[in-house]
Each structure stands twice: as structure tokens, then as C-alpha cells.
């Protein structure tokens, strides 16, 4: 696998604690990116969300999915993107601390300000989550 | 064109969660203002997907959904006329 390296601090405005991607491994400018997610007994949010059986929270897995597609819409004129619609979001099995989460979005549409992405998540080449996320640039003032 | 209509019908309703039946959607029924559907842009989105998805038909650009977005029948030829 070609890993490539992609200063996410400047294409993302997330950070420590809610920067949920740790790597891109494949960058094709505004069409498909995959990005990894290691999930560690660290995390945070597993210290307060189901303690006692961690997993990860879906809602993460979605919110890593708008950030891989966020990714390609750096390069654009604006302030950011924010997660505008989510749809057809399906949760296949639950992703614990030690699973290898592999993000993959691809634009599917795009009429500025929105952006529409297929993007799936997998653990061990294994559906974990599917949905279609739609992100709105943030205009430049 | 029945086909197209009667499939477009089922978008909408489905897409949107609309609540009312499909027979209520005419070929003249506005897409905008009260008086017709009242959608949104947002909504507009979901609808440009779904014809994407369902009849491999795009439309592009702000401009041309512009010039499609005005009824139900407007929908319907320029998907006649592109797929």
C-alpha cells in the first residue's frame, strides 16, 4: 500500500481531541481519498461510553467519515465544511479499541456550496459502517 | 413519460418523507412557494442525487437546476431529454 504523507493540520480544523483520522493512505484530489483511524483503549470518549464494553461510537465513525471527505474539499476558497445531511447511514458491527478503522469517501456530487460522498468504513476489509454524507463550504467572508 | 413520472413521484415521497400520496404530485405542481411542494435547497440536493442514482442523469450546476426546478413536469422532460 502506497501511504502517503498529508499535513492534516492544515487541511482540517480539527484537532486533539476530535481529530479522528490518523493517516491518509490514498489521496485523489476531489474524487476519493482513504484515510486510517487506529482505535485505541485511550481514546476519551471510551472512558465515559460504555466503560465496561468499550465501542467506539457510531456517531465517530460518521464524524471520521465527514472529516476523510473533508479532506477533499481542502484546496477550496472557504472557511471549512460542515456536515450538512447524513443519509442511509447503516452501522454493520461494532468497532472496539485495537481495530484498524479504514475510511473511504468519494465525491459523488458536487454543486458548491454542497458536496455529496459515498464513504464507507471497514475493519479488516469488513463493512463496518456505510452512509452518504453531505458537507457545505463554509464561505469565505 | 408516465414511467418517469410515476418513479419521480416515488423519489419525492420517499427522498423527502413527504406526507402526502403520489397522486397528489402533478405535472404542474410548483416545487417551490406554498402553493406547491416548499422545498429547500437541501431538499433540491436529495432530489439531484436521487436522479443521479435513479435515471444516470446529472445535473451539474446551480444554474441548470435552476432552469429544472420549477414543476414537477419541468423535472420530468429535462430527465426525458438526458437519459
Known amino acids: 500500500m502506497n501511504e502517503i504523507t498529508i499535513p492534516l493540520n492544515t487541511r482540517l480544523p480539527h484537532s486533539y481531541p476530535f481529530l479522528l483520522i490518523d493517516r491518509v493512505v490514498e489521496f485523489e484530489a476531489g474524487k476519493r481519498v482513504v484515510c486510517v483511524k487506529n482505535v485505541s483503549c485511550n481514546e476519551d470518549v471510551l472512558q ?29 476558497k472557504a472557511e471549512g465544511g460542515f456536515l450538512t445531511m447524513i443519509r442511509d447511514a447503516k452501522f454493520h458491527r461494532t468497532v472496539q479499541p485495537g481495530d484498524r478503522l ?40 | 413519460m408516465q414511467d418517469t413520472l410515476d418513479t419521480l413521484r416515488t423519489l419525492f415521497i420517499t427522498k423527502l418523507k413527504l406526507k402526502i400520496s403520489p397522486e397528489e404530485i402533478k405535472e404542474e405542481t410548483p416545487i417551490f412557494g406554498a402553493e406547491g411542494l416548499d422545498l429547500d435547497s437541501i431538499d433540491i440536493l436529495e432530489l439531484i442525487v436521487g436522479i443521479k442514482k435513479e435515471f444516470g442523469v446529472e445535473i451539474a450546476d446551480r444554474k441548470i437546476a435552476e432552469k429544472v426546478f420549477i414543476t414537477i413536469g419541468s423535472i420530468v422532460q429535462y430527465i426525458e431529454s438526458n437519459r
Do not use: C, R, W
Not at chain 1, 48 to 58: D, K, R, T
Not at chain 1, 70 to 75: K, N, R, S
Not at chain 1, 105 to 114: D, R, V
Open chain 1, 48 to 76: 465515559s461510553y460504555h466503560p465496561e464494553n468499550s465501542i467506539f461510537p457510531s456517531v465517530y465513525i460518521i464524524e471520521a467519515m465527514a472529516q476523510s471527505s473533508g479532506l477533499l474539499m481542502a484546496g477550496e
Open chain 1, 102 to 141: 479504514m475510511i473511504t469517501s468519494s465525491l459523488f456530487h458536487k454543486m458548491s456550496p454542497l458536496y455529496v460522498f459515498e464513504a464507507k468504513a471497514t475493519v479488516n476489509d469488513h463493512l463496518a459502517a456505510e452512509a452518504e454524507i453531505t458537507l457545505a463550504l463554509a464561505e469565505t467572508p
